[in-house]
């Protein structure tokens, strides 16, 4: 990733330098061209001009883990020694460092419509991860045979055998 910056100037006054005009300190809302890619030219008119420099930098993309990785950057945040809990938890210590010092988001696991043809006339209800049959007064009636699942929900339950067809987001 490259580190493009931009740089202004802002006086006391809460007001930046315009480049384009280069004739006063204006409010941000009516500044032509309140930044520079030049940090030597924002220097310079700070010096002359009065004010400091401001530096904007992109913020990094965040990455995205899996839950289990998730788990170990959050766990390393509570460690004295983040590198070493990483390192010895994982193999992929750059990804997680990263993670580590950028931010990340948790990837949403895939769920899968799952045709569950020993299910007729089963109900299930979905608590958090689990799946239990139960005739529970709130459950949902599987008048397909067809329940969603994520891929570690189906080989936990061992329905590996089943036909299954991804959710789309528009079906969620």
């Not at 740089?7 to 280069?22: L, P, Q, S, T």
């Not at 500044?31 to 008119?45: G, H, M, N, R, Y």
């Not at 001009?49 to 992109?58: L, P, R």
């Not at 931010?103 to 991860?129: D, Q, R, W």
Request: charged share 35%; aromatic share 10%.
């Amino acid at each position: 990733m490259s580190e493009e910056k931009l740089y202004a100037v802002k006086n006391d006054e809460g007001k930046y330098w315009d480049f384009e005009g280069r004739d006063d300190f204006w409010a941000l809302v009516i500044s032509d061209c309140p930044t520079t890619p030049s940090k030597e030219q924002a220097e310079l008119v700070a010096d002359e001009q009065g004010g400091h420099v401001v530096t904007f930098v992109e913020e990094p993309e965040k990455v995205v883990l899996t839950k289990e990785q998730a788990k170990i950057v959050k766990d390393a945040h509570d460690n004295k020694i983040p590198a070493c809990h990483i390192a010895n938890k994982s193999d992929d210590e750059e990804l997680l460092m990263n993670a580590y010092v950028n931010g990340y988001t948790v990837a949403k696991e895939k769920e899968y419509n799952v045709k569950v043809p020993y299910a007729i006339n089963s109900y299930f209800k979905k608590i958090g991860v689990d799946y239990c049959i139960a005739g529970y007064k709130d459950t949902v009636d599987l008048d397909e045979n067809v329940a969603q699942f994520t891929e570690s929900e189906i080989e936990h339950y061992g329905l590996q055998d089943c036909e299954k067809e991804e959710v789309t987001d528009d079906e969620q």
